[in-house]
């Protein structure tokens, strides 16, 4: 994760760069144009000092042809005066003939003679007084003055601009303090940026997880009343509220805790004490939560006839435990008027319908009768199938009929049917609600009612109790002792 420090230190080094950049380009270029405006100036006001000079003595030799009679006599009287304002000059003539060379380090180019003649014919024409050359490479502007004194000669002389590397010299340091000022600038205005906005956040965000570990107390502090103040003093608020709320609740959830544990005791005595001479019994129940929406019952129907049921209502906690005391209820005021199961489930189905068809409640039940023969009835109310395994063979039998869910409608004509079966001593019925056949093992694949049959199989030879035990440990050890996801019940009745 890239920390908001480092996000705005990247754009501010951008903005820095860019800053600092165009700062210096526009100090660079304004003062080259400043150094070479100067620079040209100067060099123009020397040209045009000289021709003024020129000009002045070539009067003087007009005025005196008798004494400048000769051009060396005229060649002398202008370096004399040259010699006065240059020290690097030629004169030369339209031949390349040089008539005076003031310095042997100066001497003749080859584009002199050219560049002379060009200055003769900007004078004749154009009435400029001399014309320029610029060497860019050596930094020198030569001047070519046509001398209109009788000789047709040209002076040369150069203007070194000797202080334009000077002064850009400078000009380079001076830009290197300038870059240096201001990246401390900014240097320095990061790290009030930093103090001002980086800190607090980090601050913020330093506290926000210690809430979100648990420690609901954690506060941030500042002496600042700016907006960043102000956000200071709303999260703590805000923290003060969860810190509250927070409380408020675990107040509320030891009260409901509290509750539940009553409600699962009251709700254990509802289940019925599994002892009986004529049957071995064995049963084991998972709630979900505190309270559980399984429902197991044993009923005596006279002194011949018993009764067994298993129940699943939809949904689990309390709403569906509540309807599971409704469930006990009914079976027990109902099951001694029907022989029959389905006509049992039938009156149930309607009675309940009645009474919680506003509130959409619904359960899956199956129900059996054993007579003193081993003869049993039995009806399925769109609930898992009994497994029948019987004592002289590998068979395990699925004991199922067709049926519906009960409480969601009554509009349904003969809803539910019953089928009968002849049990053996030894003979075992199993009975489950999906809690059990629909949990997951380690690899998130659906035990199945196939995975049950499979363990039932392997603990076929052991009492009802023992049986129970093995089949559980079999189930923890297939779901890696995961907590089933929905009440889990399975009811184990032998035939003595």
Known sequence: MKKISFKVVLLYVFIAVLNISFFTIVIFENQIDLITENTKYQAKELAQNISYSLTLVSQEIETNKYIYDTEKKIINKLTESLKKSLKEFIIFNEKSKVLYQSNKDFNMEDFFLKEGMKSITNKDFLGKSFLTKIDEKKYVIYFFIPLSNGTDSILVFKYKMKDIGERLSNLYKLIGIIIAVLILIHIGFALVLNQIIINPIKVLYKSTLEISK???????YTKKTDEIGQLFVAFN?????????????QKRDMVIQTELKVASEVQSIIYPKLQNSKFDLAVSHRPYEQVSGDYYDFFQISDKKFGFLIADVCGHGIPAALITMLVKNMFKRYIKDFDD???????????????LNEYTAFFTAFCLIIDENYNIIYSNGGHCPALLLKNNSDEIIELTTDGFVLGITKDIPEAYFSSEYVLEKDDKIILFTDGISESKDKNGKLLGSNSLKEIINRNRDNSSTIMLNKILDDFNQCTDNKKPQDDATIFIIGVK
């Open 237 to 249: 608020t805000m923290a003060l509220s969860i810190q509250q709320q927070i409380l408020e609740l």
């Open 214 to 220: 648990g420690n609901l107390s954690s506060r941030v």
């Open 341 to 355: 199961p389905k006509d049992l489930f039938n009156t149930i189905n309607a009675n309940v319908f009645d009474l």
